[in-house]
């Protein structure tokens, strides 16, 4: 068992930055492939970010590349997702998942289906 928690969300103005946390509890969190996704109102959960057990491999939806940067702590069992130049198109709650699926899969489509387990989602508001 995996029990997730994202802070870090909160209201922002467009082009300003954001820096989230996803605490998980438990020993094996080392072994769980990460990923970030978001949902926006009315709209599907989609894929944002996914980062491998080690660290040392990064996938990024289209339109975050560049700006938003996923990283982990082993040690402190806590996943990142570092978001510059926010627009008002990344308002969604953002939501942290782990898996035990090889990360390449984070970023297929239907992937949130597939995920082990979910944070309850953090709020981001993005103002023009």
């Known amino acids: 068992q995996v029990q997730l928690v994202e802070s870090g969300g909160g209201l922002v103005q467009a082009g300003g930055s954001l820096r989230l946390s996803c605490a998980a509890s438990?020993?094996?969190?080392?072994?769980?492939?990460m990923g970030w996704f978001r949902q926006a109102p009315g709209k599907e959960r989609e894929f944002v970010a996914a980062?491998?057990?080690?660290?040392?491999?990064?996938y990024y939806e289209d339109s975050v590349k560049g700006r938003f940067t996923i990283s982990r702590d082993n040690v402190k069992n806590t996943v990142y997702l570092q978001m510059n130049s926010l627009k008002p198109e990344d308002t969604a709650v953002y939501y942290c998942?782990?898996?035990?699926?090889?990360?390449?899969?984070?970023?297929?489509?239907?992937?949130?289906?597939?995920?082990?387990?979910w944070g309850k989602g953090t709020l981001v508001t993005v103002s023009s």
């Open positions: 998942a782990a898996t035990l699926r090889p990360t390449t899969t984070i970023r297929m489509p239907g992937a949130a289906a597939g995920m082990d387990y």
């Open positions: 438990g020993r094996t969190f080392s072994a769980y492939a």
């Open positions: 980062i491998s057990r080690s660290g040392g491999t990064s």
